[in-house]
């Protein structure tokens, strides 16, 4: 361990994450088991904040813990990671690419069912709850 030992509020106060997101990281394997005082207390290095650091950024750019994970597992095995990060990357870009695609269709179904009960003022029909839900759009 570097010099300094962090409790797990100092390290996420440096990190930039929560300490919730620190005991999750520790759990998923992570972040290495920190080394405990007498009474249980976690201690951070600064390296471990380094990391913190990291899977925070990792995150941000809309990595999952598994990808954080997998990311870090061949880092550690001695290679670097910058190709599976790109395949990564890209898999996010198309999952949020369908994401937009899908919003945008919902939008486009929204608005077409707003114009339509703007025209369809026939709220006081009996229906079940109400027509602009309950009547087909074409």
């Known amino acids: 361990m570097t010099s300094r030992a962090l409790t797990i509020g100092q390290a996420a106060r440096a990190a930039g994450v929560t300490r919730k997101a620190i005991r999750v990281y520790e759990t998923k394997g992570l972040l290495p088991r920190p080394e405990r005082t007498s009474t249980g207390y976690r201690l951070f290095s600064q390296d471990d904040v380094e990391l913190l650091t990291f899977i ?7 990595l999952r813990l598994d990808d954080v994970h997998a990311v ?15 395949d990564l990357l890209d898999v996010r870009i198309a999952e949020i690419d369908a994401t937009v695609d ?6 486009r179904s929204l608005a077409e069912a707003r114009k339509a009960a703007e025209n ?14 309950e009547k087909p759009r074409v």
Do not use: F, K, N
């Open 56 to 62: 925070r950024r990792a995150r941000a750019l809309g």
């Open 102 to 107: 899908d919003l945008l269709a919902l939008r």
């Open 120 to 133: 369809d003022r026939s709220c006081g029909e009996p229906t079940l709850v109400c027509s602009i839900i």
């Open 72 to 86: 870090l597992d061949i880092r550690r095995g001695g290679r670097p990671p910058c190709d599976a990060v790109r």
